[in-house]
């Protein structure tokens, strides 16, 4: 009776095969993996062509050859006779480097810009704002060549080092600090500290059991700060502080022995560090404020003092909030430490992208191992987030 | 308490006034006022007073002497360096208003200046209609907005009747508006393709957006642009020579891309379901129904996101001086070795650190504006 | 599937000629869950069905189905002549005539109430702009409403909004109303004001199916009431009959529990 019904079957194949809601995704996909896959196809064939034309192949050979550079600052033993893979892996260990040093300093200074702007005190609230807004809305990159100018231009040549204590030396050629030689006996107060970790998180557990049984509480956090940080320095004096420090000293034009941390390196970190933490400055706030009134309000009206309400209602809630934003922004400081490149400290870009590209012309085998470096960081990153966003989402319920 | 009690409290305090119509008093004067703003803000609590002393001895260490460096002990003319160390301990400004041309065209022939004015004039042209919805005919705004990115294209590169400039003669300020600004122009419609293919329900589709996105995420720029200035030749087809800018223009745009189809998933995630209902129920199709229902709400909800992934890519401009593009700081770095100007990176560096802090905090202000407009505008 | 739309047509034009939504041994499932068991239901033109039941037993997946915002994995819906399968032009020849009113509104919030009113008869219908709103006004004088046709669903109360649903449903001239639960995100006293308009609405013969637990409006518009429970339909009946006599134990015990209190 209706029109529609009786023109159904006057619509030709196509048109029936196009509007079947599967097979029209069928189609689609297909196309779309068709497109795709010509696509790589074709770049790969180019990429065939004109490396034979030019006489190339992919090889990863080189890395075993030696890289014959310097590289300034290094944690393993390198020498310019070393191989190509030897300057990746300390171009590894020095982006892992300033990640954890960046990401350590970075969350102070953030979590310390943030209570300053959540601070009641409108001078230090808008100091806060101003440094915030000011380092959020210039280029990292500005950055790390401004602090590393003022670094270089700002210190002294190694004759006139500044000199703390007799012990440290400030150059323009690098910070010359003493290093530790440990003695047998400083493993004992190192026992002792990694003891005081375990039994710190035994007392946890065991002080909570007692206070859901009877009700009494123990200050935990003082006992625990007495096991792991008091007992092992009691022990250390006791034992005649068993670690002997090797001062640098001024030979000829420069500082020998010691431990050496190049300017490029404290450049890098101090620049990443503070234009990270305005971000977690920002972000630590936004979570701060986002728990709202209420919890705090109804904490106080249960009498629960101001500190114990910080640690039991505001902080667990606003570390929720805050975790995944500061995870990123960790991540963010790994992936941002390789404008090292800039000011030439040897991290993954500019010894395996940079230096060993360059010397033997490896364009696809050194990006390529560079993009998988930096990927695998980021899966893990990113893996870690995602367990813990688990782990906090059971607990919700 | 009783009754009887309570009247003869009443009567005990006599009140002036009719019960009823008790006129509104001025606050007591101890709590409002500047005395009491200061008492309030800055010296509440030992703690606050704590406070308070350290920032203004901070203030005092440290604006004085930096006020005097840029400002007071400043030299604003001047032959060359030493010519400002004789006037002036402080900033050396002079190098910067030397150099001011070669800052903001780069090496763009002189000749051909008028181009890059004009692009600047058409750019503010078409922006105004897109910040502001009350500009008179905005449509016909929004339309040249659109097609403005490929006559600043013409403009600036030549071609069908203007003098050819090649893209090496770029630089300075007029470069980063190049990067940033195509940037921002192109990754916008394609972030939100990303977006939409993530949460499409066809497989290959989802899983080909997944990866080029976590792909693009997972990977600093400075490598993506070292990829377009040493590999990407190989994979075009032999003998292209594909030019150095475009290339990073490209990726640019994808990078930040990445980025923008992320911020819109969420805006996606953020619509209820029934939104999706009412416009399947109505029957419409999928396209009409991203573009009317969805995707306005999406993108409305993803402006504090969107601007700051555009802020994110317009200071990331910097990088190209890695591959060699003079930006402004290239230019100013390269001007640093000419052996007149030699270390004054300083003034370099925060008068390029101006320009972004400028360019950014607009942008980030502009966005606060639109947030709290449009947060009033449709509720009651 | 275009041979079992033949085969409904044929019957249509033998035996009923008057009946809009076929339903035949339909079956659905979310997953392992069986939401819906062998449904079996046949709408008049012009008819006005009410489906009550104690929540979750699938009386809104139901209408849902009519128009395919859920698809049934067995059986046969055909509504007006079309059979709902995969074929997209065929769902899109029945939303066209099917109207949907939701419990949450669903009021696109960035656009006003007459571009709400216009969107689809613009797009979907191909309307001129002009004649479209002229009518979105016609129909918002309808619901009592026209003078706020310029203002956000935001700005409005929930009684207003889920009236200007009802307008914007009406503008595509649809043969057939589902309301799903439409009064039931309402506060009291905004209740009445919609299920009036419903009411003047049924006086105009357009066809309607409604998920509701407001008993009154039942008994005086409902040409039969439906009563659902575990995904079945365990009894269909004039209002009079379901209300007086209920042949069903659940029926009883449903009825107990929404007007006893």
């Known amino acids: 009776m209706s029109e529609t019904a009786l023109s159904q079957p006057q619509r030709n194949i196509v048109s029936r095969l196009w509007n079947d809601k599967e097979t029209r995704s069928v189609i689609i996909q297909i196309i779309a993996f068709a497109a795709i896959f010509a696509l790589f196809f074709y770049m790969i064939r180019n990429a065939v062509i004109n490396l034979e034309a030019i006489g190339k192949d992919i090889d990863f050979a080189f890395l075993t050859q030696p890289a014959s550079y310097d590289i300034g600052q290094t944690l393993i033993e390198y020498t310019s006779r070393s191989s190509h893979f030897t300057a990746m892996i300390v171009g590894i260990i020095n982006t892992l480097l300033i990640a954890v040093f960046g990401i350590f300093l970075s969350t102070i200074l953030g979590f310390t810009l943030g209570v300053l702007r959540l601070s009641k005190n409108w001078l230090t609230n808008k100091l806060a704002y101003v440094y915030i807004e000011y380092t959020r809305n210039v280029p990292v990159l500005l950055h790390i060549l401004l602090i590393h100018g003022l670094i270089v231009h700002a210190l002294p040549l190694p004759k006139n080092a500044l000199n703390v204590g007799d012990a440290a030396f400030l150059t323009n050629r690098g910070f010359f600090l003493p290093s530790p030689q440990f003695e047998f006996l400083f493993w004992l107060v190192l026992g002792l500290f990694i003891i005081g970790i375990i039994f710190s998180l035994w007392f946890r557990s065991y002080a909570k059991k007692i206070q859901d049984s009877t009700g009494k509480y123990y200050p935990v956090f003082w006992i625990s700060l007495g096991a792991i940080v008091g007992i092992p320095l ?21 500082y020998k022995g010691g431990m050496v ?13 503070c234009y990270t933490a305005a971000f977690i400055g920002e972000i630590v706030r936004a979570g701060i404020t986002a728990v709202s009134w209420g919890q705090t309000e109804a904490s106080s009206a249960f009498g629960i003092n101001r500190s114990r309400t910080l640690s039991l209602v505001v902080i667990p809630q606003a570390l929720r909030i805050i975790i995944p934003p500061l995870t990123s922004q960790y991540l963010n400081i790994t992936k941002n430490s390789s404008l090292a490149i800039a000011i030439g400290y040897m991290d993954i870009v500019a010894t395996i992208g940079g230096i060993s590209l360059n010397q033997t012309g490896r364009e696809m085998e050194c ?3 560079v993009l998988l470096l930096y990927l695998s960081f980021s899966l893990l990153i990113s893996a870690f987030m995602n367990w813990y966003n688990k782990r906090i989402k059971l607990t919700e319920r | 308490m009783n009754n009887e009690n309570t ?20 606050p007591p004067s101890n709590t409002v006022g500047t005395i009491a703003w200061v008492r309030e803000n800055l010296l509440s609590s030992p703690a606050n007073i704590i406070m308070t002393i350290l920032s203004i001895y901070f203030l005092y260490k440290v604006l004085p002497p930096s006020l005097n460096w840029m400002f007071f002990d400043a030299a604003y003319v001047g032959e ?3 010519a400002c160390r004789a006037v002036a301990n402080g900033a050396c400004w002079a190098f910067i208003s030397e150099r001011f041309q070669l800052f903001t065209y780069g090496f763009y022939p002189i000749e051909h200046r008028w181009r890059v004015d004009l692009s600047f004039v058409l750019l503010v042209v078409a922006v105004i209609p897109i910040l502001f919805d009350k500009t008179p005919y905005r449509k016909y705004g929004l339309i040249f907005a659109m097609v403005f990115p490929f006559i600043a294209g013409w403009l600036l590169t030549g071609g069908l009747g203007l003098a050819p400039v090649p893209t090496e003669k770029f630089g300075g300020f007029m470069l980063t508006l190049v990067v940033g600004i195509t940037g921002i122009a192109f990754s916008l419609p394609l972030g939100i393709l990303l977006a939409l293919g993530r949460q499409s329900n066809l497989p290959i589709i989802k899983v080909f957006c997944v990866s080029f996105i976590e792909f693009i995420r997972g990977v600093p720029l400075i490598t993506l642009l070292f990829v377009a200035s040493t590999m990407l030749s190989y994979f075009l087809p032999p003998g292209t020579n594909f030019d150095l800018l475009l290339r990073v223009l490209i990726m640019v745009t994808l990078f930040s891309a990445g980025y923008m189809a992320e911020v819109i998933r969420g805006g996606l995630q953020a619509i209820p379901k029934g939104q999706f209902e009412a416009s399947d129920a109505m029957g419409l199709k999928y396209w009409p129904s991203m573009r009317l229902i969805v995707l306005p709400q999406a993108l409305k909800i993803s402006i504090p996101g969107i601007v700051n992934t555009f802020i994110g890519l317009y200071k990331d401009t910097t990088l190209v001086i890695i591959i060699g593009l003079l930006d402004p700081l290239g230019i100013g770095r390269a001007s640093l070795s000419d052996t007149k100007w030699t270390g004054l990176s300083n003034e370099v560096y925060l008068f390029v650190a101006l320009f972004f802090f400028i360019s950014c905090f607009g942008m980030s202000r502009y966005s606060l504006y639109l947030e709290n407009k449009l947060q009033t505008e449709h509720r009651k | 599937m275009s041979n079992s739309t033949k085969i409904g047509t044929e019957q249509m034009n033998t035996d009923q000629d008057n009946i809009v939504i076929r339903i035949n041994e339909m079956h659905k499932w979310y997953g392992q869950f069986h939401v819906l068991k062998n449904i079996n239901l046949n709408v008049k033109r012009g008819e006005k069905i009410v489906i009550c039941g104690p929540s979750g037993s699938g009386k809104s997946t139901m209408i849902r189905c009519i128009n395919r915002l859920e698809e049934h994995q067995q059986g046969q819906i055909v509504v007006d002549g079309t059979e709902l399968s995969n074929d997209l032009k065929n769902i899109e020849v029945v939303r066209k005539e099917v109207g949907m009113v939701f419990q949450h509104f669903n009021l696109f919030p960035h656009l006003t109430v007459l571009e709400n009113c216009t969107l689809a008869p613009i797009w979907v219908r191909k309307t001129p702009r002009l004649e479209a709103e002229e009518m979105a006004m016609q129909y918002l004088e309808r619901v009592k409403i026209p003078d706020q046709a310029n203002k956000f669903p935001g700005q409005l109360s929930g009684g207003q909004q889920q009236r200007v649903a009802i307008a914007r449903s009406l503008c595509m001239k649809p043969r057939i109303m589902l309301f799903d639960e439409p009064t039931s995100a309402l506060d009291p006293e905004m209740i009445k004001e919609v299920l009036d308009v419903m009411i003047e609405l049924a006086s105009e013969g357009i066809t309607m199916l409604c998920v ?14 439906i009563f659902m429970d575990g995904g079945e339909i365990i009894e269909e009946n004039s209002p009079q009959h379901f209300f007086d006599n209920p042949q069903h134990d659940r029926t009883r015990l449903f009825l107990s529990q929404i007007l006893n209190h």
């Open chain 1, 367 to 369: 990006m390529t191992i």
């Open chain 2, 7 to 26: 009247s003869a409290m009443n009567a005990s305090i006599k009140p002036d006034y009719t019960v009823g119509e008790h006129p509104d008093l001025p």
């Open chain 3, 212 to 225: 509701t637990h407001e008993m009154g409006f039942a008994k005086t518009v409902a040409d039969r009431v």
């Open chain 2, 80 to 82: 060359d360096r030493n």
């Open chain 1, 261 to 273: 941390v190049r300017p490029e390196f404290i450049a890098l970190w101090i620049a990443l560090s």
């Open chain 1, 234 to 254: 009691i022990a250390y004096f006791i034992l005649g502080s068993p670690i002997q420090w090797q001062i640098p000293e001024l030979k000829g034009f420069n």
